[in-house]
């Protein structure tokens, strides 16, 4: 009995081969990002998202437990807001940059005019 509900499990988790399109495509894995769901993989029919809609659905991922339900999206919220942070730091850090070229550039000017003016 245990045998086979590991294999049973093991065959739910393999990559289907075709979805019901048809023109039938392969299948591609998809993060679920809906309250009840968050971040459980699944199958997804490639044609779904452009205008054909496709019925292929299969979960990938086993179901989440409550606190799984509520921590992934807190933890999903927290990665975007300092991916976020993280994209204005290396753009204020390319302003910066070119503000001390700039600065460096300008001061090597004005020490030429100045040796010029002292020759």
Same mark, same amino acid.
């Given at each position: 009995? /245990?045998?086979?509900?590991?294999?049973?499990?093991?065959?739910?988790? %393999?990559?289907?081969?075709? &979805?019901? &399109?048809? !023109?039938?495509?392969?299948?591609?894995?998809?993060? !679920?990002?809906?309250?009840?769901?968050? +971040?459980? %993989?699944?199958? +997804? *029919?490639?044609?779904?998202?452009? +205008?054909? /809609? *496709?019925?292929?659905? #299969?979960?990938?991922?086993?179901?989440?437990?409550?606190?799984?339900?509520?921590?992934?999206?807190? #933890?999903? #919220?927290?990665?975007? %807001?300092?991916?976020?942070?993280?994209?204005?730091? /290396?753009?204020?850090?390319?302003?910066?940059?070119?503000?001390?070229?700039?600065?460096?550039?300008?001061?090597?000017? *004005?020490? &030429?005019?100045?040796?010029?003016?002292?020759?």
């Amino acid at each position: 009995m /245990k045998g086979t509900s590991s294999s049973s499990a093991s065959l739910r988790r %393999r990559a289907p081969c075709m &979805c019901y &399109c048809p !023109s039938p495509a392969k299948p591609i894995l998809v993060v !679920s990002w809906m309250k009840n769901n968050p +971040g459980k %993989r699944f199958y +997804g *029919c490639p044609n779904y998202w452009v +205008g054909r /809609k *496709c019925k292929f659905f #299969q979960w990938l991922d086993d179901e989440i437990c409550a606190r799984g339900k509520v921590l992934i999206p807190e #933890q999903r #919220q927290t990665i975007l %807001r300092l991916e976020d942070e993280v994209s204005t730091y /290396k753009k204020r850090e390319k302003c910066l940059t070119v503000s001390l070229i700039l600065a460096l550039v300008l001061c090597e000017i *004005c020490l &030429c005019v100045i040796l010029a003016l002292l020759d």
